[in-house]
């Protein structure tokens, strides 16, 4: 059974950092691009940040200079630092594993910024 589980959302304030980490299990990690998506209500998911099987980057020009996506093949878990928040910031981070026709998301943790 595959499971990717978020943690690390929450509330902070303008400016502020947050960390957030996603375990993943039941599936060969390494093979898997992986990625964080944002969510608002009444919105589509937007791509964050990812990182690809071979650890090449991509960020959304909001966040760049301000996130960084990080993977870590030995335990299964990527990280997305957080730094200089903003309330545009405000939303449900998911984390999606990507392998071919494979696609997993997380339930989502909450992230909100306050002004």
């Known amino acids: 059974q595959v499971q990717l589980v978020e943690s690390g959302g929450g509330l902070v304030q303008f400016g502020g950092s947050l960390r957030l980490s996603c375990a993943a299990s039941g599936i060969r990690f390494r093979l898997y691009d992986m990625g964080w998506y944002r969510q608002v209500p009444g919105k589509q998911h937007e791509l964050v940040a990812s990182?690809?099987?071979?650890?090449?980057?991509v960020y959304a020009d909001s966040v760049k200079r301000r996130f960084i996506i990080s993977r870590d093949n030995v335990k299964g878990t990527i990280d997305l630092q957080m730094n200089n928040l903003q309330p545009d910031d405000t939303a449900v981070y998911y984390c999606?594993?990507?392998?071919?026709?494979?696609?997993?998301w997380g339930q989502g943790t909450q992230v909100t910024v306050s002004p």
């Open positions: 999606n594993a990507r392998w071919f026709s494979n696609d997993f």
């Open positions: 990182v690809t099987h071979d650890e090449s980057t």
